[in-house]
């Protein structure tokens, strides 16, 4: 029997992200994440960061009410989030690091210096019957230490892999990609579900989930920003029909 291809958890933040440029209320993150479950989603991914800057404290609410496969919420291990965790009751959460001044996440948890902070986040979350997923490295270290924290999911960070090859630095693309495939069979033989995430594209996705580790990816700029180009040509020609619709109550 063919192996199935890792669950697709579609990160639907930038959604979210253009909707606050403008202020207002469109474009709706929770209409794209119906969407995207119509397409094939197999989870929908969102992010409440300390600053609101994308995802609000609504939409969460509102993406758990009203979205029929699992919501992984990400999130930095404070007592705020883990309050609003507790009571949004999400399939998974995804403890990261945060720090106002970045773009995004730009690099894995520190588990192996910060396992005493994060500790009684995992153990309440664990408790709450929410599935952890910690954001790191793909290092032996952090593995070993989520695997001491009793993180059942890790998730690793392929942004560094996915840049370097993006910038054209095959050796370090190269070697940032065999440290996640040690990684994935790292985590599996320490009974952890390894996921992958951060920057991946078409290629890198085809190319990290020939490995059967891989138990689910999780993307989110690429596809927000094809889904211009994909869809950009349905809207012109609705646009266009709404227009002519309008013109022929004229005659
Ligand atoms: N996984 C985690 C933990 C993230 O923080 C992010 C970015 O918000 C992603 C996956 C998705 O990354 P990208 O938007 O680059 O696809």
Redesign the pocket.
């Known amino acids: 029997m063919p192996l199935l291809p890792p669950r697709l958890g579609v990160?639907i933040?930038h959604v979210a992200t253009v909707r606050n440029a403008r202020g207002g209320v469109l474009p709706d993150p929770v209409r794209a994440a119906l969407v995207a479950i119509e397409a094939g989603a197999d989870g929908i991914?969102a992010?409440l960061r300390e600053d609101r800057r994308h995802i609000r404290d609504a939409d969460m609410e509102r993406l758990k009410a009203e979205i029929s496969k699992p919501l992984n919420f990400?999130m930095a291990a404070t007592d705020e989030m883990l309050a609003i965790a507790l009571k949004t009751k999400p399939h998974a959460v995804?403890l990261?690091p945060e720090k106002r001044e970045e773009r995004?996440?730009e690099g894995g948890l520190d588990v192996v210096s910060n396992d005493n902070h994060l500790k009684p986040y995992i153990a309440k979350l664990n408790d709450a019957g929410i599935r952890v997923s910690l954001?790191i490295a793909a290092d032996p270290a952090a593995i070993d230490a989520a695997h001491r924290l009793k993180a059942p999911v890790v998730?690793f960070h392929s942004?560094g892999w996915c840049d370097a090859l993006a910038e054209g630095h095959k050796a370090k693309a190269d070697a940032e990609y065999q440290r996640i495939v040690a990684g994935l069979k790292q985590a599996v033989a320490l009974g952890i579900e390894p996921h992958v995430?951060?920057?991946?594209d078409y290629a890198t996705a085809e190319m990290i989930s020939a490995h059967p580790e891989v138990a689910e990816l999780?993307?989110?700029?690429?596809l927000i920003g094809e889904s211009v180009f994909v869809g950009l040509p349905q809207a012109i020609r609705t646009m266009k029909a709404a227009m002519a619709a309008g013109r022929a109550r004229a005659e």
């Open positions: 990160n933040d991914t992010h990400e995804c990261v995004t996440t954001f998730e942004g995430g951060h920057g991946l999780n993307i989110g700029h690429f």
